[in-house]
Each structure stands twice: as C-alpha cells, then as structure tokens.
C-alpha cells in the first residue's frame, strides 16, 4: 500500500492522461455515434424503399387482377413493372413484377417476351424460392413452344424442395408432350404423392393419370 499514490497524485494522473488522450476518445465516441446514426439512417432508407416497392407492387396486382386488359391497362401496367424494377430492383417485388410481366406477355400471346423476363429473374435472383418458380414456368413456356426436350434441360435445374411437386407435374407434361406415356405417368403420379405428403393443393394431375387410365392416388 506504501507504492499507492495519494488522492492529489492520482487525480494530477488522471488529468495529464485525459489532456493526452481526451480529445482521441471524444472523436472516437463521435465517430462511433455517427456509425450508429449512419446505419440507423440507412435501415431507415431501406425500410422505407421496401415498403414503398411493397405499395406500388399492389398497385400492380390491383391493375392486372382482370383476365383480360384493355391496351392502355396493359401499357399502364408494363409502364408500373418498369417503374418498380428500376426504383427498386434489388426487392423482393422487383422480381415479383418480372414474374407478373411474364404472365402478362403469356396472356397476350408473346412468348418470347415472356421467356425473356423469365430468365432475367432465373438468372440474377438471390431468392431460391422466386428462383425456383422462374425455372418452372419457363419449362412450361419451352412445352408451349413445342420443346420439350428443353423443358426438361430446365427442369434439372436446382429448384426448391417446396415446388417439388409442382416440379414433377411439369415434367410429366414434358414427357407427355414426347409421346413418352410410361415416364409422364410415373412423374405425375409422383407429383400427387409429393403434393400429399407436403399438404400442397395440386389440381389436374388426376385427370392426366386418368387419360391414361391410372387409379386415384390416396393417402
């Protein structure tokens, strides 16, 4: 105890540390403030850009709820998918409006247009699931198109546990679209045990296995 300083030392201590080193903590505080603030500000931004994408894209769903669209609706709606894809590209509903463009060049009988909006969101998005649904519905474009055989190259694709059976029932109308029964039966009667077992509605695949002749398939 005799080596401990007085109250009077300690104090002079403490007050020629804070002169030396004061003003390098009162900027790191502000600096790590500033981060705070900073990231605060930028979940702030991106809050705000998802829930804006998230009301413009209803405004979509909203305009494209009709089967059939007048020219100006389906120009206005195409005008709102560009809209939402260049403010908001790296959303959740910038691929969700790709994916409604697609639907909207199927309707209208372009295919091509809608192939191409399909392989954008197959090709760039992060989202398996979205990801998953792109690759499904070109395969279904590729069997429209009378390509088959492409449609199942598509289907080896890796595609989401979740649209297991939606992935079978397509590839049952590629191989029934080859003239290839035996396959298209098997895939399609794997799609209905895949829809059982994960509690998924799958409706058509019993009337295809019963073209060909094939029992109901029951739990």
Known sequence: MAELRSEEEQLEVIKRW???NGTSLIAGAVLAAAGVFGWNAW???????????????QQLVNMTAG???????????RELIDEITSDHGKTLYAELA???????AVQQGDLDAAKSALENV????????????AWLRLARIEIANDNPQAALSLLDESITDAL??????VRG????????????RDAWQ??????????????????????LGVEEVTQ
């Open 190 to 211: 794997t799609a209905l045990e895949l829809a059982q077992t994960q509690n998924q509605p799958l409706y058509g695949v019993q009337f295809k296995l019963d073209d």
């Open 18 to 20: 804070w002169k030396e």
């Open 67 to 77: 089967n059939t669209l007048a020219d100006d609706q389906l120009a206005n709606a």
């Open 173 to 184: 109308d590629a191989y029934a679209a080859l003239d290839q029964t035996e396959q298209a």
């Open 43 to 57: 979940q702030n931004y991106q809050e705000g850009q998802a829930e804006a994408a998230s009301v413009r894209y």
């Open 98 to 104: 790709q994916l409604l463009k697609a639907r909207l």
């Open 164 to 169: 297991a059976a939606q992935q079978a029932n």
């Open 122 to 133: 197959a090709s760039n998005s992060s989202r398996r699931y979205v990801q998953s649904l």
